[in-house]
């Protein structure tokens, strides 16, 4: 996913996936990165911040981590920077050439008020965390819920005999290939499948919140400022009182009402 994301964000493949299977830097900084947020999850805030302040352990290999990753940012957003200003700036190309970088860099100098003529320090900053932050969101994100996906599709033959009827009858001649966003849409029994899965095997299995000021719940349960909330999005998804008795069922047609009304929203 490391490669699909790169062609996504940044319009250029990395190779992780070559037949020779090269070391890339870039990748395995990632990894690093994403190891050490889930281990400050584990630890009291005062000892990951001691090790990073000491350079060690885990939070020591995510400093050189950072320089890496960040290194590699920069270099592909100012190569972006120099190719639109060499393109004068036009918004109008090819949608090959036309990546999502280069849309944040637009949107960012359209907000700085640069008027295209360069980023600047803190627009080159803004730019690489935007992509850090899509990089995250959809890297292991996606790359889990696919193989969960397909497992459970492979399991269920019915479920894999409809998916492929719907496919044949939006993709015509095309085999399979569904040309338009607009198709897409209407496949809603694909699309009940998929959230079927992330339902069973959601890829962030929790989730933590924490309020900067006391609040109050819609159950009415008082929350003291700082105080960590702890959401089990797993739990949710295999509630007895909320699924019904057949909960651990991979039934898509629970999230389908009909082709006219699409898919079913349940409510958080």
């Given at each position: 996913?490391?490669?699909?994301?790169?062609?996504?964000?940044?319009?250029?493949?990395?190779?992780?996936?070559?037949?020779?299977?090269p070391?890339?830097?870039?990748?395995?900084?990632?990894?690093?990165?994403?190891?050490?947020?889930?281990?400050r999850?584990c630890?009291?805030?005062?000892?990951?911040?001691?090790?990073?302040?000491?350079?060690?352990?885990?939070?020591?290999?995510?400093?050189?981590?950072e320089?890496?990753?960040n290194?590699?940012?920069?270099?592909?957003?100012r190569a972006?920077?120099?190719?639109k200003?060499?393109a004068?700036?036009?918004?109008?190309?090819?949608?090959?050439?036309?990546?999502?970088?280069m849309?944040?860099?637009?949107?960012?100098?359209?907000l700085?008020?640069?008027?295209?003529?360069?980023?600047?320090?803190?627009?080159?900053?803004?730019?690489?965390?935007?992509?850090?932050?899509?990089?995250?969101?959809?890297?292991?994100?996606?790359?889990?819920?696919?193989?969960?996906?397909?497992?459970?599709?492979?399991?269920?033959?019915?479920?894999?005999?409809?998916?492929l009827?719907?496919?044949?009858?939006?993709?015509?001649?095309?085999?399979?290939?569904?040309?338009s966003?607009?198709?897409?849409?209407k496949?809603?029994?694909?699309?009940?499948a998929?959230?079927?899965?992330l339902?069973?095997?959601?890829?962030?299995?929790?989730?933590?919140?924490q309020?900067?000021?006391?609040?109050?719940?819609?159950?009415?349960?008082?929350?003291?400022?700082?105080?960590?909330?702890?959401?089990?999005?797993?739990?949710?998804?295999?509630?007895?009182e909320?699924?019904?008795?057949?909960?651990m069922?991979?039934?898509?047609?629970r999230?389908?009402?009909?082709?006219?009304?699409?898919?079913?929203h349940?409510?958080?």
């Amino acid at each position: 996913m490391f490669d699909l994301n790169c062609l996504l964000l940044l319009g250029i493949d990395p190779g992780c996936l070559s037949a020779s299977f090269p070391r890339v830097p870039c990748a395995e900084a990632f990894d690093v990165i994403e190891e050490a947020v889930f281990y400050r999850h584990c630890v009291p805030r005062w000892v990951w911040k001691a090790m990073r302040r000491l350079r060690v352990g885990w939070e020591g290999r995510t400093i050189e981590a950072e320089g890496c990753l960040n290194g590699f940012l920069d270099e592909k957003i100012r190569a972006k920077v120099a190719e639109k200003q060499a393109a004068d700036g036009k918004e109008s190309r090819d949608d090959d050439d036309y990546d999502l970088l280069m849309k944040v860099i637009v949107e960012t100098e359209r907000l700085l008020g640069s008027g295209g003529d360069c980023l600047g320090s803190k627009g080159e900053k803004f730019v690489r965390e935007t992509v850090v932050g899509l990089m995250v969101a959809g890297r292991d994100t996606i790359a889990v819920a696919l193989s969960w996906f397909f497992w459970l599709v492979a399991k269920n033959p019915g479920v894999e005999e409809r998916i492929l009827e719907e496919l044949d009858e939006f993709s015509g001649e095309k085999q399979g290939i569904v040309s338009s966003v607009e198709d897409l849409n209407k496949m809603v029994y694909l699309h009940g499948a998929i959230s079927e899965t992330l339902r069973l095997y959601p890829p962030v299995p929790f989730e933590l919140k924490q309020p900067l000021e006391p609040d109050m719940l819609p159950s009415d349960h008082f929350v003291g400022k700082n105080t960590r909330i702890f959401v089990s999005i797993y739990s949710i998804g295999r509630m007895k009182e909320v699924w019904g008795e057949d909960w651990m069922e991979f039934k898509p047609e629970r999230w389908v009402a009909d082709r006219s009304e699409g898919t079913i929203h349940v409510p958080s």
